[in-house]
């Protein structure tokens, strides 16, 4: 890895489905040590960090609405659980001697702050880890969406989305043993090609904001770092 840093500013996306390590619902108190450990070294490296996190491992609105809930009445739920998420996440990485802050797209003053935009910016110029809850706070709108948007107005360097791959694979690598990774690829390739890496909306909208993509298997240690470090053999890059 080079001596410094070569991004200054990240978002990281983390699915809710993340936290459940081998676990079929819930959060994995091993995951968040692990993801707090990591942030942590980022953080100690002079990276501003900010995160969204996503609802999955408790509540998918998507899902209940095709067996006939109100996907509207769903998606909020689902918002909910993003800040279920979000404050186990914020105790962990506290717990490592990180300032954190929760900020969500729905009004919950009592348990975090308001998403405000400039505010969140000051948070993270100051060195705090700011994760980002509720999704955008509309319906209909996915996790995704909302980190390529959060990525965008608070200026990041890189977006970066976890898996439990090393990047985007031409099918799935645990379903097609011939499958394999690209190492990088274009907005447009992705969003032709549908490689199912991010939802289409949050592709264009980072495409056409230049905002720059990698995807990495967030298991790996060290990987985020090295990934900041400038080491472009691990994940997917994708650019505009």
């Known amino acids: 890895m080079s001596s410094s840093p070569v991004y200054q500013r990240i978002l990281l996306k983390l699915s809710g489905e993340a936290l459940m390590g081998d676990a079929n619902f819930g959060i994995a108190p091993q995951v968040m040590n692990f993801l707090a450990g990591e942030l942590k070294l980022v953080i100690d490296a002079g990276v501003q960090v900010a995160l969204v996190v996503g609802g ?18 769903g998606d909020h739920m689902g918002m909910l659980a993003t800040v279920i998420n979000a404050l186990a996440l914020q105790d962990a990485v506290e717990r490592v001697g990180l300032e954190v802050r929760v900020m969500s797209a729905l009004r ?26 509720s999704g955008t706070g509309n319906p209909f709108f996915t996790t995704d969406s909302a980190a390529a948007l959060r990525a965008v107005e ?16 031409t099918a799935d690598p645990k379903k097609d043993a011939t499958a394999t990774r690209y ?32 995807v990495y298997d967030m298991d790996r240690p060290g990987a985020l770092m090295r990934i900041l470090g400038g080491d472009t053999s ?6 505009a």
């Open 183 to 214: 190492a990088e690829l274009t907005y447009d390739q992705a969003i032709d090609g549908r490689l199912g890496v991010m939802d289409q909306t949050a592709l264009v909208l980072a495409r056409d904001h230049r905002m720059k993509l990698c």
């Open 154 to 169: 608070v200026g990041a360097d890189l977006l970066l989305k976890a898996t439990k791959v090393d990047g985007i694979y």
């Open 234 to 239: 691990i994940g997917t890059y994708v650019q």
């Open 56 to 73: 999955g491992n408790i509540f998918r609105g998507e899902g209940l609405a095709r067996a006939g809930m109100d996907r509207i009445t």
């Open 108 to 133: 919950i003053n009592q348990v975090c702050e308001d998403y405000i935009r400039r505010r969140a910016v000051r948070h993270l110029e100051k060195g705090r880890v700011v994760i980002f809850a």
